[in-house]
Nanobody
Framework: QVQLVESGGGLVQAGGSLRLSCAAS??????????MGWFRQAPGKEREFVAS????????YYADSVKGRSTISRDNAKNTVYLQMDTLKPQDTAVYYC????????????????WGQGTQVTVSS
């Protein structure tokens, strides 16, 4: 069984920063063999891709909406993936989900087979 647990969400003013963390665990889960991604879902909207980091060479991908303002990183020794978000905007308000994918790039939610429960990010104007 694989568990992904997000943390670091909260309420922040526009222009502020947050660092999300996602800790992965599971007896048969090899973190370093999975591409890790972050997605978000705002009320009434579909879950959308935010960023991913591949298991091979740690190549990063970002949605245009967060490019230049966010940085995804991973620490394989700690089985943890991070999302640093800067210059936050009210439109970044959403529940942020961490996910694990056996595919290389992990650009869509259909690439992922393990999901966390999510952490709320609220950006006030």
């Amino acid at each position: 069984q694989v568990q992904l647990v997000e943390s670091g969400g909260g309420l922040v003013q526009a222009g502020g920063s947050l660092r999300l963390s996602c800790a992965a665990s599971g007896r048969t889960f090899t973190f370093s063999s999975y591409t890790m991604g972050w997605f978000r879902q705002a009320p009434g909207k579909e879950r959308e891709f935010v960023a991913s980091i591949t298991w091979r060479n740690e190549i990063t991908y970002y949605a245009d909406s967060v490019k230049g303002r966010s940085t995804i990183s991973r620490d394989n020794a700690k089985n943890t993936v991070y999302l640093q978000m800067d210059t936050l905007k009210p439109q970044d308000t959403a529940v942020y989900y961490c996910a694990a994918s056996p595919t290389l790039a992990g650009l869509t939610r259909y690439d992922y087979n393990y999901w966390g429960q999510g952490t709320q990010v609220t950006v006030s104007s």
